[in-house]
């Protein structure tokens, strides 16, 4: 008896989880239906193009000036006091100023470029004469201008580069000798040495055509000593025409202003 009776308590709980399923379901429906609305997922996005870095690749054209010192000394080659210095060491300084011309090459962080810059000068320097030669005279280096073709390497963090350079100097010299018995005398002679250095440079004005950038550089400049023939020199028994050996040293702190022309295509980043 008590058998039945539970069995029929099972089917009467059967039929009425069968009634409350539909209901229990269309809750649920509508409960996720409006948690969904309570949380909207933002449409996805495409990514952002990545930025496009500066590219030093390209030709340019500027204007550069500074100061520039050095040192220098004559030797006499020849005569009663052959090797004997006339005039000891030296102080040669004055300004500097022209142009230079070049193009860049970048490879990855890498630039590679070639650079010539044409530059006038006033530096001097003078001294009086050393025993045993004469105190009267006073014997002056001189420079009128100086050139340099170097290469440079340096490395881009995008719009600022540092850089090494080395190559090649030419410089417009000029010696003289000045005194009372025969006024003054001069030679002039182009001189060639080294030139190597370190500098920085930094794009400060970018566009589509071209790109403005500053630079500082330090150079330093060593030229070979050369002889001038015949320079009179007044030793203690007179005057004497005297061949000098002279030596020469530049050292260059300048700032420049160049112009970058954009090429066509870029050179691929790797």
Not at 13 to 26: D, S
Not at 108 to 126: H, I, L, P, Q
């Given at each position: 008896?008590?058998?039945?009776?539970?069995?029929?308590?099972?089917?009467?709980?059967?039929?009425?989880?069968?009634?409350?399923?539909?209901?229990?379901?269309?809750?649920?429906?509508?409960?996720?239906?409006?948690?969904?609305?309570?949380?909207?997922?933002?449409?996805?996005?495409?990514?952002?193009?990545?930025?496009?870095?500066?590219?030093?690749?390209?030709?340019?054209?500027?204007?550069?000036?500074?100061?520039?010192?050095?040192?220098?000394?004559?030797?006499?080659?020849?005569?009663?006091?052959?090797?004997?210095?006339?005039?000891g060491g030296l102080?040669?300084?004055?300004?500097?100023?022209?142009?230079?011309?070049?193009?860049?090459?970048?490879?990855?962080?890498?630039?590679?470029?070639?650079?010539?810059?044409?530059?006038?000068?006033?530096?001097?320097?003078?001294?009086?004469?050393?025993?045993?030669?004469?105190?009267?005279?006073?014997?002056?280096?001189?420079?009128?201008?100086?050139?340099?073709?170097?290469?440079?390497?340096?490395?881009?963090?995008?719009?600022?580069?540092?850089?090494?350079?080395?190559?090649?100097?030419?410089?417009?010299?000029?010696?003289?000798?000045?005194?009372?018995?025969?006024?003054?005398?001069?030679?002039?002679m182009d001189r060639?040495?080294?030139?190597?250095?370190?500098?920085?440079?930094?794009?400060?004005?970018?566009?589509?055509?071209?790109?403005?950038?500053?630079?500082?550089?330090?150079?330093?400049?060593?030229?070979?000593?050369?002889?001038?023939?015949?320079?009179?020199?007044?030793?203690?028994?007179?005057?004497?025409?005297?061949?000098?050996?002279?030596?020469?040293?530049?050292?260059?702190?300048?700032?420049?202003?160049?112009?970058?022309?954009?090429?066509?295509?870029?050179?691929?980043?790797?």
């Open positions: 008896m008590g058998a039945l009776i539970l069995s029929r308590k099972i089917r009467v709980w059967g039929v009425r989880m069968k009634k409350l399923f539909p209901l229990v379901a269309a809750f649920v429906s509508v409960a996720t239906a409006a948690s969904a609305a309570d949380f909207p997922v933002e449409p996805m996005k495409a990514p952002l193009p990545a930025p496009i870095l500066f590219s030093w690749t390209g030709c340019y054209v500027g204007v550069e000036g500074g100061g520039a010192w050095g040192q220098g000394e004559q030797i006499a080659n020849g005569g009663a006091n052959p090797n004997a210095t006339i005039t102080s040669i300084k004055g300004g500097i100023g022209g142009g230079t011309i070049g193009c860049n090459i970048q490879m990855s962080n890498f630039v590679v470029s070639g650079e010539a810059d044409f530059n006038w000068t006033n530096k001097r320097g003078s001294a009086t004469d050393l025993a045993p030669f004469n105190f009267g005279s006073v014997s002056e280096t001189r420079e009128k201008w100086l050139d340099t073709f170097r290469g440079r390497f340096g490395y881009a963090i995008d719009r600022f580069m540092v850089y090494g350079t080395a190559g090649v100097a030419v410089a417009g010299t000029a010696v003289s000798v000045t005194n009372p018995l025969f006024g003054t005398v001069s030679q002039s060639t040495g080294w030139v190597a250095g370190l500098g920085g440079e930094f794009a400060v004005w970018t566009g589509g055509a071209f790109d403005v950038t500053l630079k500082v550089e330090y150079l330093h400049v060593g030229f070979e000593t050369r002889q001038y023939q015949n320079m009179p020199v007044v030793t203690a028994t007179g005057l004497a025409f005297v061949a000098r050996d002279t030596k020469l040293t530049d050292d260059i702190v300048r700032a420049g202003l160049n112009v970058k022309f954009n090429w066509g295509a870029v050179v691929a980043r790797y």
